[in-house]
DNA sequence: TTGATAGTTAAGTACATGATTAACTATAAA
DNA sequence: TTTATAGTTAATCATGTACTTAACTATCAA
C-alpha cells in the first residue's frame, strides 16, 4: 500500500520552485543555468531542487561535456495524474449512487 | 505565480498516511475514529494528518454532537489533477512537434 | 595556457514536520 | 449521575528541508 514514489512526485511538487521548474521544462528541455535563471536563489540551491526532482523520476538529465540538460519524465507525471484522478472518479460515483438513492426515495411529483 | 493552495495539496498528498485518509474518504464520508482505525498511530497524530488535509482544502468536516464526519471536497482535487494534466500535455504537444519536425525534415524512404 | 563558464560538493544554520504521551472537554448511554 | 466514548489541546522531541557561502572540478574559448 506504500508508495514511495508516489510520496516523492508529491513532495516534489510542493514545492513553488521546483513546480516553477517542472513548468518551464514542460516548454522543453532546459540546461541548470537556463532553470536557475529566473529563480530567485543560488545555484546549490537549484541543484538540490534538481536532485528531488530527479529522485521522484518527474525529470532526468543528462551530462554533455560540461552541460547538464534537464527534461521532464512523463510518466511519473501520468502516475501523479492518475492516483489523483481515479480517487477523484471515485468520490463523484459514490456522489452520483447518493443522487440517484435520493431521487429513487424522493417523495413523488418533485422535478 | 505562487500558489499556496497548490503547496499545501501536493504537500498533504505527500505523506502515505494521508493519502490512504483520502482513499478511505473517496469510498464515503468518515469519522475521525473511523479514519484512525486502520492507521498505526495515535489519534493526535491522527488529527494533525487531519488538519493538514482541511488546510489543503482536500477534505472538509463538520462536527454534530461529538462526532465529526469529514469528506472529500473534489475541488482541490481537480485542481492538482489540472495542474499535472496541462504540463503533462503541453510536453507531450511538444513531443509531438519535435516528432513532426524529425518526420519532415528526415531523408526520405524511410517509414 | 589563461581565463571564463557550467556545474558540483561541503559545512553550517534556521525552520518545518511527524510523531509521542498526558491531560482535558464535551456528549451520549447505562 | 456515573461512566464510557469521541475528539481536542499542550508540551516535547527527533528528524528532515531549504537555503546560505565558500571552495572546488571540469570543459570550452581566446
Same mark, same amino acid.
Given at each position: @500500500?506504500?508508495?514511495? #514514489?508516489?510520496?516523492? $512526485?508529491?513532495?516534489?511538487?510542493?514545492?513553488? !520552485?521546483?513546480?516553477? @521548474? &517542472?513548468? /518551464?521544462?514542460?516548454? =522543453?528541455?532546459? !540546461? +541548470? *543555468?537556463?532553470?536557475? %535563471?529566473?529563480?530567485? @536563489? $543560488?545555484?546549490?540551491?537549484?541543484?538540490?531542487?534538481? *536532485?528531488?526532482?530527479? %529522485? $521522484? =523520476?518527474? &525529470?532526468?538529465?543528462? #551530462?554533455? =561535456? /560540461? +552541460?547538464? !540538460?534537464? /527534461?521532464?519524465?512523463?510518466?511519473?507525471?501520468?502516475?501523479?495524474?492518475?492516483? +489523483?484522478?481515479?480517487?477523484?472518479?471515485?468520490?463523484? /460515483? #459514490?456522489?452520483?449512487?447518493? =443522487?440517484?438513492?435520493?431521487? %429513487?426515495? #424522493?417523495?413523488?411529483?418533485?422535478?
Amino acid at each position: @500500500m506504500i508508495n514511495y #514514489k508516489l510520496d516523492r $512526485s508529491f513532495a516534489a511538487l510542493a514545492d513553488p !520552485t521546483r513546480r516553477a @521548474m &517542472v513548468e /518551464r521544462l514542460a516548454m =522543453g528541455p532546459a !540546461t +541548470v *543555468k537556463e532553470l536557475a %535563471a529566473p529563480l530567485p @536563489m $543560488s545555484l546549490p540551491a537549484v541543484m538540490l531542487h534538481l *536532485k528531488v526532482l530527479e %529522485a $521522484s =523520476g518527474l &525529470v532526468t538529465s543528462e #551530462k554533455q =561535456g /560540461r +552541460v547538464r !540538460t534537464c /527534461r521532464i519524465d512523463p510518466h511519473c507525471l501520468s502516475q501523479v495524474e492518475l492516483w +489523483v484522478s481515479e480517487r477523484r472518479a471515485m468520490w463523484e /460515483r #459514490k456522489l452520483d449512487r447518493l =443522487g440517484a438513492f435520493l431521487d %429513487a426515495t #424522493k417523495p413523488d411529483n418533485e422535478p
